[in-house]
């Protein structure tokens, strides 16, 4: 069955990749044109629909990078009820600004967190109200080739990486797989924590890369469950082993999440929604029943941090819902080498954030 509508999907994922190609070609050869900012512009993406852990890579160079210079973030915004350019501010929510981009606000308040569907506009109004910026981190743009970069680092999944996907809607890919060209860096994400020198020359012998790319390994660190409702706040400080768990997702790929709690709960289900799920009132019934199916009397709600962006506490506040957050860390130099990648690069070039105002034809 599966192999009969991939088969039948082809000719879409045909039509899906002329379009892109021809698309990136006119850039390539400038028909296409791009913006060029005097700032450096750190791009993170990826080739495929999502899932490959673009939040928390944008934290990690946050929380390494924002000591030393004045960082902006610019995203579009998916899923917000919102138009145009906002800034983030502490009393937006997810309607306002996206999940996302309230959780960078959130974990990082003096940050400065713009949203924008335009792109090009969304960094021309954040230049112009953000004065002594030296550096904007462009998050899920590897595909938006209207703002020239400094550095595109592409993203991805080490269980299902882009030289074995495909093509939408066969398989997950946004572009061919030559996009993958375009990119200053490749982090392999999700990788596990564990991982021998002979699987990094395996992956990168799969990925064949050019010479000036460097690639990265990542895995996920998962952090101790926090409380995000009053019910979940009279518990204290748990131990995940000490209670059944239903797992509550609407993310890309919750499998990592839900591996990770199987391995400490008593008992465990789950309630999986699509990736940004707007929880709405009706949502509070469907959970309910799904944790009171858990038939342990000492039970707890486990949810990701960008979920619970989307989860009101009002709402919710009878359940005892807890998110876990994660970092990522480095196999090796543990990121090391690239964050001196990037600050000899942005020591270099910045600029404090004068735009040019013409239109440029270079490669992005």
């Known amino acids: 069955m599966i192999k009969f509508l991939k088969l039948f999907l082809f000719p879409f994922s045909i039509a899906y990749w002329i379009i892109t190609s021809i698309r990136n070609k006119l850039f390539d050869i400038n028909i296409l044109s791009t913006t060029s900012f005097s700032i450096p512009i750190i791009s993170v993406g990826n080739l495929s629909t999502g899932g490959t852990g673009k939040s928390p890579h944008i934290e990690y160079l946050v929380s390494k990078l924002s000591d030393k210079y004045k960082i902006a973030t610019l995203s579009r915004g998916y899923k917000r009820k919102t138009k145009g350019f906002i800034l983030a501010k502490s009393k937006h929510t997810a309607n306002d600004v996206g999940d996302e981009p309230l959780q960078f606000k ?36 590897y595909q938006h080739r209207k703002i020239d970069r ?3 680092i592409l993203l991805t999944e080490y269980s299902n990486p882009f030289y074995k996907d ?29 991982l021998s020198p002979l699987d990094i020359r395996r992956v990168k012998a799969e990925i064949k890369p050019k010479p000036y790319q460097k690639i990265y390994f990542s895995y996920i660190k998962y952090g101790k469950p926090l409380a995000h409702t009053e019910a979940a706040k009279s518990l204290g400080e748990i131990n995940l082993s000490d209670f059944a768990i239903t797992v509550i997702s609407g993310i890309a790929n919750p499998e990592g999440l839900k591996f990770y709690v199987n391995r400490y ?86 600029n404090n954030s004068q735009i040019y105002t013409k239109q440029i034809s270079k490669h992005s």
Do not use: C
């Open 106 to 141: 959130t974990k990082f308040p003096n940050l400065t967190v713009a949203v924008d569907a335009d792109r090009v506009n969304g960094l021309s109004s954040l230049l112009k109200q953000e004065a002594n910026l030296d550096m904007i981190l462009l998050d899920d743009a």
């Open 150 to 152: 400094s550095i595109n």
């Open 265 to 350: 709960a008593k008992e465990m289900n789950s309630l999986t929604f699509a990736d940004h799920h707007a929880f709405s009132q009706k949502d509070v019934d469907k959970i309910n029943k799904k944790f009171d199916d858990l038939i342990s009397q000492k039970k707890i709600i486990i949810t990701t941090e960008k979920d619970s962006m989307r989860l009101d506490k009002l709402a919710y506040k009878h359940l005892p819902i807890f998110y876990i957050p994660i970092k990522i860390k480095f196999h090796l130099t543990d990121g090391e080498e690239l964050i001196d990648q990037i600050t000899d690069y942005v020591t270099a070039n910045s």
């Open 166 to 194: 495909h093509i939408l809607p066969v398989g997950n890919l946004r572009e061919s797989r030559s996009g993958f060209n375009r990119a200053n860096v490749i982090i392999v994400t999700k990788s596990p924590i564990v």
